[in-house]
């Protein structure tokens, strides 16, 4: 479950930057941030939350993705079978 913050703070993510990148820049922005926390450990916790508002703007369009195609309830069903 989303934590109700995020809930009411999502729909505006598409109104960012960030929000309005494709997924593929996002994956490479991910990977970004984790060379620069290796390279720049000061500021290793503004990176790590960098990489936390990505995931949950990757995970939102992914579930939105599984929801418009009416695959939600077969991922379930299957990740309750293990299937993963």
Same mark, same amino acid.
């Given at each position: 479950m989303i934590p109700y913050i995020l809930r009411v703070t999502l729909p505006a993510a598409n109104q960012t930057e960030? @929000?309005?990148?494709?997924?593929?820049?996002l994956a490479e922005q991910q990977?970004?941030?984790?060379?620069? @926390?290796?390279?720049d450990p000061t500021y290793l916790t503004n990176y790590f939350?960098?990489?936390v508002g990505i995931s949950i703007v990757q995970t939102t369009?992914?579930?939105?993705?599984?929801?418009?195609?009416s695959l939600w309830s077969q991922?379930?069903?299957?990740?309750?079978? @293990?299937l993963r």
């Open positions: 960030m @929000g309005r990148a494709l997924y593929t820049t990977t970004e941030m984790t060379q620069c @926390g290796k390279v939350s960098t990489q369009r992914t579930k939105n993705f599984l929801m418009r195609k991922f379930l069903t299957e990740d309750a079978q @293990g």
